[in-house]
């Protein structure tokens, strides 16, 4: 998804949780058919949050982290400027991201201005974040590295987020979009109003082809009697 030589970076920034375990660990016991793997005590101690910024090239498939206690707009100016330092200077650097209020905020305007033409946002549509390509990375960072991970400090979690990047990052993986776009003129659709096929390929029937996308109803507040 390289446009007109620019490149395209999809992001976000999910927030991880630093816990540690609240006993030691049992190894294996080999040759006995009992423990065959680490036993480890469901019960654990939380150490903080740290907030992961992060996104992928889509042409190469590098992934870019910025570990911070925190996701503000100044965190964000930061990756920005991360960025802005990794691609050549004559590039315009594509980012697709949501509407978080960090994105669009004061201090982010006031970087954006001061390197004019050298960023243009891309926004997801609301409850869309499954457009943005670098949910699927996320998910692949959580069952490879995340779940069921103990450590003693944020900091260690840190290290070994920075660890993680840096491994999958000597071999890194382009992705692709699995769904059928080829039919579709991104530039002129309502993103609102793609046709079933297209939104949920695997689980559209063929009694919905070519119907559109029908819009999310409204929650309705509970009444009293409901909630008795």
Known sequence: MNINGSPSVKYSKPGIQATDSTAKDRPPIPDTGNYSTICRDYEYIRLGTLSLLAAIDLLTGEAFPLVSPTHKSSDFVRFL?????????????????????????????????????????????????????????????????????????????????????????????????????????????????????VVNHKAAKACDKDKRAPKPRKRSKRTQEDKA
């Not at 305007?109 to 033409?117: A, F, I, S």
């Not at 974040?129 to 960072?141: A, P, Q, R, Y």
């Not at 920075?162 to 382009?174: A, C, G, L, S």
Request: charged fraction near 30%; avoid cysteine.
């Open 81 to 197: 400027d991360m960025l802005d330092q990794k691609y050549p200077s004559g590039d315009k650097i594509r980012l697709i991201l949501d509407n978080h209020s960090a994105h669009t905020s004061k201090e982010t305007q006031e970087y954006l201005n001061k390197v004019p033409g050298r960023f243009e946002f891309v926004f997801t549509p609301t409850h869309g974040s499954w457009l943005n390509m670098v949910e699927g990375f996320f998910s692949k960072l959580t069952k490879q590295m995340l779940s069921g991970i103990r450590v003693t400090s944020k900091e260690e979690l840190e290290e070994r987020i920075y660890q993680y990047f840096t491994e999958i990052n000597k071999v890194p993986v382009p992705y692709h979009w699995s769904y059928k776009l080829d039919d579709i003129d991104l530039e002129k659709e309502d993103i609102s109003q793609i046709i079933y096929e």
